[in-house]
């Protein structure tokens, strides 16, 4: 089946500029995740949304930073005024719980986002 | 605070020489441990699940192993396709199903 699908795939933004970044999980998954990966640094957690529950919001780094999920489905990050240091590779991942303890994560293939 | 430690950073071998990737952990329970693959330019691809000390996972060439502390990823004879980074997470008991992630390591396998 259909693997996350993320869009655009590279995106050049001028510094102050709003973007958007889209995810489509994999159909059927309630849990979809939101992470940045800045070169030759690890997965920055950002928000993570489950179900109908409030989102985890912890990992936004600041308030320039939103996120939403339409119908528990395809999912919008919101990056406004945009800042050199956003520059980074933004990825999305879902899963689905499956009764066992703990579930792995599917993720898409990122967005590189790079702020000039 | 939980924390996730993978060494070495980077890895250098010969094809056929079998090595093992390390990732420590420090948290207050242990709900699963993943083992990801990531290739350049790509998003982690998920490889092993393991759940308490004692398990192992086994995917071709790749063994993975888990006790209380701590995970190796055994690779036995590696090829050239092999190269890429190799990502740990842990998912902690008791709270939110957000995984912590180490820094990978980074292996490249010589011809």
């Known amino acids: 089946g259909a693997g996350v699908s993320q869009s655009p795939s590279n995106k050049v933004t001028e510094k102050g500029k709003d973007v958007e970044l889209r995810c489509d999980p994999i159909?059927?998954?309630?849990?979809l995740y939101w992470y940045r990966q800045s070169l030759g640094q690890g997965l920055e957690f950002l928000i993570y949304?489950?179900?109908?529950?409030?989102?985890?919001k912890s990992g936004l780094p600041s308030d320039r930073f939103s996120a939403e999920r339409t119908g528990g489905s395809v999912s919008t990050l919101t990056i406004q005024r945009t800042q050199q240091e956003d520059s980074a590779v933004y990825l999305c991942?879902?899963?689905?719980?499956?009764?066992?303890?703990?579930?792995?994560?599917?993720f898409g293939p990122g967005t590189r986002l790079t702020v000039t | 605070e939980d924390q996730v430690t993978q060494s070495p950073e980077a890895l250098r071998l010969q094809e056929g020489e079998s090595s093992s990737l390390n990732c420590s952990y420090t948290?207050?329970?242990?709900?699963?441990l993943f083992w990801y693959r990531q290739d350049p330019g790509k998003g982690p691809e998920f490889l092993f699940t393991?759940?308490?000390a004692g398990e192992e996972k086994e995917k071709e060439r790749l063994k993975a192993t888990l006790t209380k502390k701590e995970s190796f990823l055994h690779i036995t004879a590696p090829k050239p396709e092999d190269s890429a980074t190799y990502l740990c997470?842990?998912?902690?008991?008791?709270?939110?199903?957000?995984?912590?992630f180490g820094r990978g390591t980074s292996l490249i396998v010589h011809p």
């Open positions: 949304f489950q179900g109908n529950s409030a989102p985890d």
């Open positions: 948290v207050s329970g242990l709900r699963g």
């Open positions: 393991l759940y308490s």
């Open positions: 997470a842990v998912q902690v008991s008791g709270g939110s199903y957000i995984p912590t």
């Open positions: 991942a879902s899963s689905q719980p499956t009764g066992l303890p703990s579930y792995e994560q599917y």
């Open positions: 159909s059927g998954h309630t849990a």
